[in-house]
């Protein structure tokens, strides 16, 4: 397993931004009102639903919105150091502007997860003081709500079922020249588009392009301003969307170019991450989602689902990527080690580790309070 580098290695002008407060010492208690996260002793409850939240979504920036965050692991393995950065940039978001923060488990593709990562993620969350403030929801217990949304989008003939397999795909790319594949995925080229010609479905895609404007007349007229999201048709590159990170600025993606048509439901039957990842965020009234950098390429497509099926699109912030000593990002992938919370002395070494990759000043004393009045004043609400 790799060991961590001296000092955590971030990416992009992450630390300018952040440590532009000199650091002080700031004495705060641990919050004894803040409830327990219970904890089940296998798995998720049966029949747990996402909360409503009280209200029906809000846009984000207009009047009357109130700021719902969420950290969503996979339970693949256990937390490592990169993905309590993300846990913990989230959770400060939201409490520096005085917000809810919510847990998913996102066990949508449940031939990857580890039977009982769940309970040992929500443990190690609770050892670093992170309580959310909901009961956690499990995507695997919310399938009834995925579908609707897909048999939404074929209402609506935004979806259509597929009959390539990889193998086709790379067919036919390399007859059209365009076989190089991106971040690992290949642009799937559109070829069921027009019908499967005779053979069996093996999953169902999102179609990229916007037809007759429609995900302009579909988008939430509260949501479109230059600081949050918009799409536009571009000569040979079919819509571009653009939207504001709150940390890396104006971003853009020719989707049907860069991506294809990406899959919602998959050969296996399960629900794509990627229209799971959105019902949620939606059924959960989320406003901010604050998430690991390397998850940035995946926002164009969200926002087009969001689109599409008439959800208001959070505020984006991605924090940098945590490095180990061989410069590779920390992932379960590669083998990160987990994350220690054995005691309470390696919960908060943990924490002050994450903190220090966010560019936060290393205080005396208790530091969760000391943070989010560091957050709150570098970091402002958009």
């Known amino acids: 397993m790799p060991r961590l580098a001296s000092a955590y290695a971030v990416t992009g002008a992450w630390a300018t931004g952040w440590k532009t407060l000199l650091c002080q010492v700031w004495s705060w208690l641990w919050p004894s009102r803040k409830p327990e996260t219970r904890l089940s002793a296998a798995g998720p409850p049966q029949g747990a639903k996402a909360p409503s939240g009280g209200s029906e979504p809000h846009a984000v920036g207009s009047v009357g ?28 978001d939201a409490k520096a502007h005085q917000g809810q923060w919510l847990v998913r488990i996102e066990d949508v593709d449940t031939p990857r997860c580890i039977p009982g990562a769940d309970q040992t993620i929500l443990h190690q969350l609770a050892a670093c003081g992170l309580h959310a403030d909901e009961a956690p929801v499990w995507q ?27 193998k086709d795909v790379e067919v036919a790319l390399q007859q059209s020249g365009r076989d190089k594949p991106r971040n690992g ?52 590159q079919g819509m571009l969307v653009q939207w504001t ?11 049907e170019q860069d991506v294809g048509d990406f899959v919602l439901r998959r050969a296996d039957g399960l629900f794509a991450y990627q229209l799971a990842v959105v019902v949620d965020d939606a059924a959960q009234n989320i406003t901010h989602v604050v998430r690991g950098e390397d998850l940035t390429d995946n926002t ?29 990002k920390l992932s379960k992938q590669n083998g990160a080690q987990a994350l220690d919370t054995s005691t309470p ?34 970091i402002p609400r958009r």
């Open 140 to 166: 695997s217990q919310r399938t009834d709500l995925y579908q609707q949304a897909l048999d939404g989008l074929v209402a609506q003939q935004r979806a259509y079922p597929c009959a390539c397999s990889r």
């Open 345 to 378: 002395q390696a919960a908060a070494a943990a924490l002050q580790q994450a903190a220090t990759a966010l560019g936060l000043c290393a205080p005396s004393g208790d530091a969760l309070g000391h943070w989010i009045a560091e957050w709150q004043h570098n």
């Open 65 to 92: 919105a109130t700021y719902r965050g969420r950290f969503a692991p996979s339970p693949t393995g256990p937390l490592h150091a990169g993905s309590l950065v993300a846990a913990l940039a989230s959770w400060l």
């Open 300 to 328: 164009a497509r969200q926002i087009l689902l969001q689109r599409a099926l008439g959800f208001p699109t959070p505020a984006y912030l991605h924090t940098p990527l945590v490095l180990g000593s061989n410069g590779e």
């Open 245 to 255: 990170d709150r940390r890396m600025g104006l971003q853009a993606q020719a989707v």
């Open 185 to 236: 995925e290949l642009v799937y080229p559109g070829t069921c588009r027009a019908g499967l010609h005779g053979k069996p479905a093996r999953a169902w895609r999102f179609d990229t392009r916007d037809r007759a404007g429609k995900f302009a007349q579909n988008w939430p007229v509260a949501r479109i301003d230059n600081a949050q999201a918009a799409t536009k048709t571009i000569a040979d």
